[in-house]
């Protein structure tokens, strides 16, 4: 995009630092990307930043057609991770071998540089995932 | 039951049309399908998805009328990305029922050339989260193409029965002269093309390309294919949470709906337009519509059994962003009394609009 908005970065900070998820006061559900309302109904949603920072990968692809932000990163590769416990998250896979890959390879969390503003020179940050090291 | 009649329709050919402006190219589609309608319309329904995005034009409805000269009738414009088209048809369908208007007019157009194929991708990206997915640089594609992967998995297929998808929309697309690629491939040409994102490949994505076109629909005046039934599912769980893969939620809930409403079955449908924004979106829209079992399209496909997008879907008309379910409505309304296309062998015809990565699916049926 031409230019991010700083608010709009600065505001989900613990979500793209932290993976600070919502959780329900009343039935446990965890919800990340954070919610308003548990599907049970209940409006009592607390934050938890307790989602583990590490899971393992349930399919992945690596994307060779990227916007405008990701030009000199491309290819990227995509996965759908499934946290220790069971919430899931979709992340960029750094510091991997797409042919090393395979559902099941075991993923940490690692704080990543996502983007640059080209116009204002904003550094965007925000979580990834790594295979771990045997 | 209200009837609901297409009563005047036209489409512009799907290509890249650098000369033109968004509001006269609608305007255009627009004043033919008035002429073939022959009536006056009280309301105009735009569908556009990036009229901001890409020609920052807000209003575009005004514009539109502006051109043609239409005074003091309301327009209005949905927006719901690639899936605006079947949206804005669904609320048209709506406002004739409700008894307000007597005819109205949608009018679908998007231009996505006016920027560059890499900007394309960043508009396009506009339809997922904007916080949590597009920031991270997803977008359409790579989430298809998680999903390809895991239906073909779990269907036991190969890459090569989702590559006769491509063959397939092309072969159809040949045959139609509102189609951007009107040239047949072979499989050898879409298992060589190149990854766009794995298993995807460049002819599993479908082009996206400038269009308009236009539906003028009327309430209980008997003269066009009848719009039955019109139906609209969101789907409120965001892509890691799903708990399936290999189908598309949104629709299945719209096609319930819109099925029960006309009273019809699957097996009753002899023209179907779905969205193949993404080859995988294509088979997996067939099963939602019911037309072949769970995990059952691409043996469908390879049996030659799939009577779908005679356009040539998005894949080969080409994907008109928000003008696109519009031009689905046309094409069905036409393949039902063997307009520009072959007759459909069936009184039937139905439509699949989705916005996004399954986010929201409009299913329109539409019969004689």
Redesign the interface.
Known sequence: ?RHESVP?YWR?IP??YRLVAKRCRQCGAV???PALRCRCGSAELEDYDELPHEGRLV?????????????K?KP?I?G?VELNGG??????IVDAQ?DRLAPGTRVELVFRR??VDGRHGLI?Y?YKFRPVQP | MTGVYVVGAALRPAGRHYGENIDDMAAEVLGKALADAGVDIEALFVASSTTELVNRQQILGAYILESLGIDKIPAFRVECGDGSGGAAVTAAYYALASGEYGCVAVVGVDKPNDVLSNQQVDVYAAVMDTYFERYFGFTPLSHAALMAKMYLKRHGYKYEDLAAWAVLMHERGAENPYAYFRRRVKLEDVLSSEYTSEPLRLYDVAPLVDGAAAAVLCRDRRDGPRIMSVAVATNAVPFNMRSEYDTLYSLREAAARAYKAAGISPRDVAAAEVHDSLSIFGVLAVEGLGLAERGGALAALKRGGLRVNMSGGLKARGNALGATGVYQLVEVAWQLVGREFKRADGRYGVVHSMGGVDRTSAVIVVGL
């Open positions: 995009m709009m989900n979500q793209y919800y990340f990307p399919e992945y692809t690596v994307l060779y057609q990227v916007g405008t932000d990701f030009l990163q990227l995509v759908l919430v899931r998250a979709v992340g960029q797409p996502v983007a965007m925000g």
